[in-house]
């Protein structure tokens, strides 16, 4: 391994560590496998021009490129994923879409290799990945030997789902795990529950029934619960509109979504935001 970077130029991480590049930004063909590395998103930032042409020029000859984490918005910022398949970690897929419509991005895994591009959704993933790269080079068994190093009971292949978030931590299954993942991967745009059980390559009565054994209810109860706990946190953590808010969590209007957040939290969208408000204001507006 390398760190490439401009000589004598400390690299800070986000957390404050700083590393020294151990070798200066030259021909990408030296390499076998170009990897960005992401930090804190910051779209103000981007790279220096020498690593922007070194990171075109080893796309341009066909060397490998992998992101960790947030590196995959550097790699579609420069049109590097466009047609490819991207892992995106769940927390950033909904911005990673919107800003990038051209990368087949998901959130139902944990790394994704499609061709000359390797994503992953970061965190332990990496590790994951790594994996795959020693066992697809080197072999199985020194992957098993690294992973035992790190005090991991296994690698996790890229069929491995993400750990789905704490709105329903009874999700056993990895079937029912990667339908919740598709569902808070497509809030906006909604999918039927036929369509997610074809992409579980399950029969949807077979979905179903998972979700009622591990979950206590059906797939589209657990959709809506996920919808308007997406709206609750813009509602809470954002000045968008209930209108927008309506739109990006897939209701077809402000008056419908306020009805369904209604009778699913008790309270309206309005007195969520502005609970002071009174009761009258609240059915007026």
């Not at 790190?150 to 931590?169: A, C, E, K």
């Not at 739109?247 to 209604?262: D, K, L, M, Q, T």
Request: hydrophobic fraction near 45%.
């Amino acid at each position: 391994w390398e760190i490439v970077g401009e000589r004598g130029l400390p690299i800070r991480a986000s957390c404050g560590v700083e590393l020294l590049p151990t070798k200066a930004i030259g021909n990408p063909e030296d390499f076998d496998n170009v990897v960005v590395v992401g930090g804190l998103l910051d779209t103000s930032r981007r790279l220096s021009s020498e690593k922007e042409a070194f990171l075109m020029r080893a796309a341009e000859k066909g060397v490998p490129l992998t992101a960790l984490c947030t590196g995959s918005f550097v790699l579609a910022r420069y049109g590097l994923l466009d047609g490819y398949s991207a892992a995106v970690s769940w927390f950033h897929i909904k911005d990673f879409r919107a800003e990038f419509p051209d990368v087949s991005a998901h959130a139902d895994s944990l790394y994704s290799v499609d061709r000359g591009r390797a994503t992953c959704a970061g965190g332990t993933g990496a590790a994951d990945l790594a994996g795959y790269f020693v066992s697809q080079f080197i072999g199985q068994k020194a992957a098993e030997k690294a992973a035992k190093i790190l005090v991991l009971d296994r690698i996790r292949s890229s069929r491995d789902v993400q750990p789905v978030g704490d709105l329903f931590p009874a999700a056993a299954s990895r079937a029912v795990k990667r339908a919740l993942l598709l569902m808070e991967s497509n809030l906006q745009e909604t999918l039927s529950v036929a369509e997610i059980a074809a992409r579980m390559n399950c029969s949807r009565r077979q979905l179903e029934r998972l979700f009622g054994a591990e979950l206590g209810i059906g797939p589209m109860a657990a959709y809506l619960a996920l919808r308007v706990h997406y709206a609750k946190s813009l509602l809470e953590g954002s000045d968008l509109a209930i209108g927008e808010i309506a739109y990006r969590c897939g209701f077809p209007n402000a008056g419908h979504f306020s009805r369904v957040f209604r009778q699913q939290t008790g309270i309206t969208p309005t007195h969520l935001r502005h609970p002071n408000r009174t009761v009258a204001n609240d059915v007026a507006r």
